[in-house]
């Protein structure tokens, strides 16, 4: 599922003083997504806990 | 061997002219290039002119530097003087000509070395493949039904077919590690911010790095130097008890048995049976990737205003993308960074050198362009990277090792030191070539001199 609606990547495009090609939409709403999900995982990360007490040597 | 110090040494005693040895490699592109598409412009006239010029240093008796006449590439990225530097990208096709060569350009002309041609890349290095939308795919040299790598694809496969001593490329998340593994060629992606940068094209300034593909260790080790304005031809022994452990885990996963087994005898010559898993792995490849899709969108921001059409749409909808990326998640990108390579750092207490594979098979195929991740088939143009990206982010550099394998396609390993230990990994490199359990794949062309 595509989070990224054309009305909002409209918005995000006004933001940045962009005015997106029609033909470039779906492939932009195709690389949003794609960000979306890898920054929801480096969001998600706690740096100050490492995985394991112990450093895996 | 070294190929460099021989045409040197040939052209420094007379044996061939300069202006031989130009010529012969201008005909060696234009007999092979047609086939493997990995060079897009020779620069004929340049070319003969600097070689008109070292013959005449010659014969007035005048030093013309270590390598005099040696003719080399470049990756369409770097500024040669009176030349359009496109960056692989027909959007910069008028732009006006740059004034002065790039500064590791200027370095290698002033050692006598002759830049006779630009080589193929990604559009704006944004890929692991050299699928090119104008100068198309560059093809591997050793099957050219497979690909040749990315985004220094045109650089690695000019070295790996025996039509260039030497070139030049770019690597921001494995763009000359991958190309010179699926090539089977020696290539270094060097300590970040320890190569001048000026007259380089940039896509993320925060992991772009500039290095050289050669045929032998020697030559890497020549090159480079060079490049760093260290200059120094010999390379040491090795030291005794180095402390070398390989990276398991997700360095592991999905590689084929073979690379591993090569890993494990490396590893067996080292007398360690050491292995780490790397914590945070996956957390540092997507920091890496989400750096670059914001540096690069923000670069090109101002020009895909302007001509969002001219771009091939597939680099131009990332980059767009890209520029659109929160800053929270930027600054959590460079957080991951600072902490990666703080980690990197104390393993590097411990550790001399960390081994790993730089793909996980040989070169895909161009009409079946898979890797395997996770034991599922996924597009190589995105997902090929894998073991290099996260990598990236530590700023070490990074050795990649050619295995050739008679009879079958070549591939690469990662060897890794900590900054600015390039001394390290040069001389573990002509120990594993001296042993024979490293060597380049390099056709062989059929005319000489």
């Known amino acids: 599922m595509n989070n990224f609606s054309a009305e909002f990547i409209d918005k995000l495009s006004k933001m940045i003083d962009l005015k997106i090609p029609q033909e470039a939409f779906k492939g932009v709403q195709h690389n949003l997504q794609f960000l979306e999900d890898y920054s929801k995982i480096i969001q998600e990360c706690d740096l100050n806990q490492p995985k394991t007490e112990e450093p895996n040597i | ?449």
């Not at chain 2, 190929?3 to 007999?31: C, F």
């Not at chain 2, 013309?64 to 080399?72: Q, R, S, T, W």
């Not at chain 2, 290099?388 to 982010?393: H, N």
């Open chain 2, 1 to 449: 061997m070294s190929l460099i110090k021989e045409i040197s040494t040939n052209i420094r005693s007379g044996h061939y002219s300069a202006h031989d040895i130009v010529t012969h490699y201008l005909n060696l592109i234009q007999k092979t290039n047609s086939s493997i598409k990995s060079v897009t412009r020779i620069l004929e006239e340049r070319a003969l002119k600097a070689a008109h010029h070292i013959d005449s240093l010659i014969a007035s008796g005048k030093d013309p530097g270590p390598l005099a006449g040696v003719p080399f590439g470049v990756k369409d990225l770097f500024d040669l003087e009176g030349e359009i530097t496109t960056s692989g990208s027909q959007v910069f096709k008028n732009k006006k000509p740059a004034s002065k060569d790039a500064a590791v350009i200027q370095r290698l002309c002033e050692a006598g070395a002759i830049p006779i041609a630009t080589l193929n890349m990604d559009e704006f290095a944004y890929g692991f493949i050299t699928d090119n939308s104008y100068y198309g795919i560059t093809r591997n040299p050793h099957d050219t039904s497979r690909f040749a790598g990315g985004s220094s694809g045109g650089s690695a496969a000019s070295v790996a077919a025996g039509i260039l001593p030497f070139s030049l490329g770019s690597d921001t998340n494995g763009s000359i590690r991958i190309p010179a593994a699926l090539c089977g060629v020696w290539g270094i992606r060097p300590t970040y911010n320890s190569m001048p940068m000026q007259g380089v094209y940039p896509l993320s300034e925060s992991c772009d790095t500039v290095g050289p593909f050669c045929q032998n260790i020697t030559d890497l080790k020549i090159v480079c130097d060079v490049m760093a304005g260290t200059f120094n031809s010999s390379v040491n022994a090795l030291s005794s008890n180095l402390k070398v452990a390989q990276l398991g885990g997700w360095f592991e996963r999905d590689v084929n048995p073979e690379i591993l087994k090569v890993i494990q005898d490396i590893m067996v010559l080292f007398q360690s049976d050491k292995k780490i898993e790397l914590q945070y792995v996956e957390q540092a490849r997507i920091a890496s990737y989400l750096m670059t899709a914001s540096e690069g969108g923000a670069l090109h921001l101002p020009i895909l205003r302007k001509y969002p059409l001219k771009y091939d749409p597939d680099t131009r909808d990332r980059l767009i993308a890209g520029a659109m990326l929160p800053t929270s998640s930027y600054l959590q990108a460079k957080k991951i960074e600072q902490w990666f390579k703080i980690y990197i750092n104390t393993l590097f207490k411990e550790y001399d050198l960390l081994i790993a594979p730089t793909t996980g098979d040989i070169a895909p195929k161009i009409d079946d362009p898979v890797v395997t991740v996770e034991g599922k088939s996924v597009s190589a143009y995105t997902n090929i990277g894998i073991y290099t990206q996260s990598l990236s982010l530590t700023g070490c550099p990074i050795l990649s090792v050619p295995i050739t394998r008679d009879g079958n396609l070549p591939f690469g390993l990662q060897i890794m030191a900590k900054p600015f230990q390039e001394h390290l990994l040069f001389e573990v490199g002509a120990m594993l070539e001296q042993k024979g359990i490293a060597k380049a794949s390099i056709l062989q062309q059929k005319t000489t001199i």
